[in-house]
């Protein structure tokens, strides 16, 4: 599983830099698997990519193009896929995106996540084995009539909202 430590970011764009460029040979932010959002207004920056969740909504796949791989990651059977957006409408943090006629969502790099080794700040790390995935089921109720980059930033919003009170505090 990817983590993200949002203390950490700088919102360079390194990963999803690297993402892109990586998984298709070109550098363009909607190719990337990881998406890096610069919320200016609060003064947060950070990447959203696919968590792992407890609840797996993704799997909803009326095609059965999705499975789980042996690290957790998704993995989408381009043959199989109909693009018929089930997996990204029910994605509650927007982790997954269709462009193109493709679905984007993070694979972990079949094991070694490049966006990890690019991150300077150490803003993402990976952490292979999981024992206890995390819960998007509160999520899913806020999100559930947003498209995915509404999706991200909202997740983005309220994963940092700890961040942003004890900078407050810190400086207050």
């Known amino acids: 599983m990817i983590r993200v430590d949002i203390n950490k970011c700088t919102g360079c764009k390194k990963c999803e830099t690297i993402c892109a460029f990586f998984r298709s040979g070109k550098i363009n932010h909607r190719l990337a698997r ?19 969740c ?7 796949c009326p095609d059965d193009a999705i499975r789980i ?4 990651q998704l993995i989408v059977s381009p043959t199989s896929c109909s693009l018929c957006s089930a997996c990204e409408k029910a994605c509650p943090i927007g982790a997954i995106d269709i462009f193109n006629d493709f679905v984007y969502v993070c694979d972990l ?16 790390s990976f952490e292979p084995e999981v024992k206890e995935h995390l819960s998007l089921a509160a999520f899913k109720k806020e999100t559930k009539k947003m498209n995915p980059s509404q999706k991200r930033q909202y997740y ?8 942003r009170k004890r900078w407050r505090h810190q400086n207050a």
């Open 34 to 52: 990881i998406k890096v959002l610069n919320l200016y207004e609060i003064g947060v920056d950070g990447p959203v990519a696919c968590i792992q």
């Open 54 to 60: 407890k609840e797996q909504y993704c799997l909803c």
């Open 69 to 72: 791989g042996s690290l957790g």
């Open 109 to 124: 790099c079949g094991g070694k996540p490049r966006c990890v080794g690019v991150c300077t700040e150490g803003a993402i």
């Open 156 to 163: 983005l919003k309220k994963i940092s909202s700890e961040v």
